[in-house]
């Protein structure tokens, strides 16, 4: 959900791909449903390992679970690390109806704190 409010949020000023240590092989549909309440694409989203951007210029990594810190490799040449520790909505139990709630509660937090990193980055002139 980040990589694409990233994307939507960054008016093209940005390139945001999302990656984990050890990716699941698909995207939560929950997760794709939560991104499209909202009107954002999803087509062409992936679950991809952290490993596939190894050899990539990186400036930025933002962690978004205790876990991801955790087994977060070290990546090169990256100038900046944040560390936002959201619950993981695929953790969720109960019904359909209340995985979904918490996966639109994610979501949303995820939105409020990449627009205001976003909001403080052009304040400070130093956006990429």
Same mark, same amino acid.
């Given at each position: 959900?980040?990589?694409?409010?990233?994307?939507?949020?960054?008016?093209?000023?940005?390139?945001?791909?999302?990656?984990?240590?050890? &990716?699941?092989?698909?995207?939560?549909? *929950? +997760?794709?449903?939560?991104?499209?309440?909202?009107?954002?694409?999803?087509?062409?989203?992936?679950? /991809?390992?952290?490993?596939?951007?190894?050899?990539?210029?990186?400036? *930025?990594?933002?962690?978004?679970?205790?876990?991801?810190?955790?087994?977060? &490799?070290?990546?090169?040449?990256?100038?900046? @690390?944040?560390?936002?520790?959201?619950?993981?909505?695929?953790? +969720?139990?109960?019904?359909?109806?209340? /995985?979904?709630?918490?996966?639109?509660?994610?979501?949303?937090?995820?939105?409020? /704190?990449?627009? +205001?990193?976003? /909001?403080?980055?052009?304040?400070?002139? @130093?956006?990429?």
């Amino acid at each position: 959900m980040a990589q694409v409010i990233w994307q939507h949020l960054g008016n093209g000023e940005w390139v945001a791909e999302s990656a984990g240590s050890k &990716p699941s092989g698909y995207v939560h549909p *929950l +997760a794709l449903k939560a991104i499209a309440e909202i009107g954002l694409p999803t087509n062409g989203l992936s679950s /991809k390992s952290v490993e596939h951007f190894l050899e990539q210029p990186i400036d *930025l990594v933002v962690t978004v679970c205790d876990h991801a810190k955790d087994a977060c &490799p070290v990546l090169p040449g990256v100038d900046q @690390t944040l560390h936002w520790p959201f619950e993981d909505p695929a953790d +969720a139990i109960g019904s359909d109806e209340e /995985k979904m709630l918490s996966f639109r509660q994610v979501r949303d937090q995820i939105y409020q /704190k990449i627009s +205001a990193y976003l /909001k403080a980055e052009s304040s400070d002139g @130093t956006s990429d």
